[in-house]
């Protein structure tokens, strides 16, 4: 029979290629990125993002292996988590920041107006059920400029990139205009509910009947932000009114 002595085994699991790899971030970041120090191939690695300076967002986390090969890193929260699958070498890990203010879509402080259009929706939608109906449209507006209109139950708006600076809530004024019914649209209690990350069961308001289709009045809404980028939903919980634009501001209603 064939004998291998202590040496010989020790060569060939030495000559056996490791599955584990190690994983450094390079030198020189304007934030802190934590990972594992190596990671298994094959394993999906998550990246951690902080300590971002004020002003800033993340526009890229990269993840290069040893050969030069730019992996694929997929975005799990903006500005705080991301992750990668691990190659069969060595990677190095490394992040780009830019001007915040260059990709918010508005920037909300507690010392000044900042008004969105309600048309200047990043998405939009509606129930599947409703056909041809599901979803807003856009309309001109007797105040000038659009509106959205054609709201329906299960209808939804998403605002992305808006930038708030200071956590906190905040005042929204929603101008809107309905002629569904006196009383309410259509005796409705509310109409509109505003979800946010720290509002995310939603905030709830009423739209009142003003007489016309464009005759417009506000509502006042209490809605919790946190601070930096996020997205403002707005669903529309009973149909029948239109919307011009909402202001978001620290101040309370005089």
């Known amino acids: 029979s064939m004998q291998i002595d202590n040496v010989e085994l020790w060569k060939m699991d030495a000559e056996r290629p490791s599955e584990t790899y190690a994983i450094q971030v390079a030198d020189g970041q304007e934030a802190t990125l934590t990972a594992p120090a190596q990671a298994v191939l094959g394993e999906t690695v998550t990246v951690s993002v902080s300590n971002i300076p004020e002003g800033k967002t993340v526009k890229e986390v990269k993840a290069v292996s040893a050969d030069g ?3 694929d890193v997929r975005k799990i929260i903006p500005d705080k988590s991301y992750s990668f699958v691990m190659p069969a070498k060595a990677v190095t890990l490394s992040v780009e920041l830019i001007d915040i203010e260059t990709v918010a879509k508005a920037v909300v402080s507690r010392d000044t107006v900042t008004r969105i259009e309600a048309e200047d929706f990043d998405e939009q939608g509606g129930d599947p059920a409703m056909g041809d109906k599901a979803g807003v449209k856009v309309e001109s507006c007797g105040e000038g400029g659009q509106n959205v209109g054609s709201t329906d139950a299960g209808d939804y708006m998403l605002y992305h990139n ?9 005042q929204f004024r929603l101008r809107v205009a309905s002629n569904n019914t006196d009383g309410g649209v259509e005796g409705s209690p509310d109409g509109v509910t505003i979800l946010t990350t720290a509002a995310p069961e939603g905030v709830v308001g009423t739209i009142p009947f ?3 289709w464009q005759t417009y009045t506000d509502i006042y809404l209490d809605v919790p932000l946190e601070a930096g980028l996020q997205t403002i939903r707005f669903n529309v919980t009973h149909e029948g009114w239109n919307f011009n634009y909402f202001d978001i501001q620290a101040e309370a209603k005089a």
């Open 210 to 212: 003003t007489g016309a």
């Open 162 to 170: 808006i930038y708030v600076k200071e956590a906190g809530t905040y």
């Open 69 to 71: 090969m730019e992996l």
